[in-house]
């Protein structure tokens, strides 16, 4: 099981070191693409030599599409961290998302250039791992919300973060977060939520 929110790069032992790498070479891919991003030049930006980035990865290509061939959660693998409050875990979430997802659509594009032609079936997995994350936490965070109604507010959130970067359309993080938050302040006020509560647990610290 999974507490959330689900960040890869809090995983542990080779998986956490392998998000981690990908983490690390992904200027050098975007600056070259896949064919002109050389074993050298990605370990020289991982900080280690060609040798020891084999150890994580059997293959450039394996190392390309790390992301996108991980485990994916879904809903039953994911739980409430019972020590944190679910609106802040909310909150948690949306940022992370919004971080990783250029990340993410690297690892795409990077598929297509190898030959995968992997872009809807991929963005279909990544709602499926955000609905999973976030249906979750608003679920625990609204208990009034039925799980159909959690996903389907999850949904929506994702289409808003996603929006901008899958259409080639310029969004501002700080912009896409607004945005969403407001969207998540309407619907959770809505049905029961404290407003202020709300507020005060979408602030960062």
């Known amino acids: 099981m999974t507490w959330l929110p689900f960040d890869p790069a809090l ?3 080779i998986q956490g070191r ?3 790498l990908f983490r690390l070479a992904a200027p050098v891919f ?3 693409g896949y064919r002109g991003a050389t074993i050298k030049a990605l370990a020289h930006a991982c900080c280690l030599s060609p040798a020891a980035l084999y150890h994580y990865f059997p293959s450039k290509a394996a190392f390309a599409t790390f992301l996108i061939d991980d485990e994916r959660l879904d809903w039953d693998s994911t739980r409430i961290d019972p020590d944190i409050d679910p609106l802040v875990q909310l909150r948690m979430s949306v940022d992370l998302v919004i971080e990783v997802l250029p990340t993410y ?3 795409i594009d990077l598929a297509r250039q190898i030959g995968r032609p992997l872009l809807q079936p991929e963005l279909a997995r990544f709602f499926g791992q ?8 608003l679920a625990a965070a609204a208990p009034s919300l039925v799980p159909d109604e959690a996903r389907e507010l ?3 959130v994702l289409a808003i973060i996603v929006a901008g970067p899958t259409t080639g359309l310029a969004a ?3 912009s896409v977060r607004a945005t969403t938050i407001d969207l998540l302040r309407l619907h959770l006020v809505r049905v029961g939520v404290d407003a202020d509560r709300f507020d005060e647990a979408m602030t960062r610290r």
């Open 30 to 32: 975007r600056a070259h």
């Open 154 to 156: 999850a949904r929506r």
């Open 18 to 20: 392998r998000h981690e």
């Open 11 to 13: 995983a542990t032992g």
């Open 105 to 107: 659509l690297l690892a």
């Open 130 to 137: 955000g609905e999973a994350v976030f249906g979750r936490v």
């Open 172 to 174: 501002d993080p700080a």
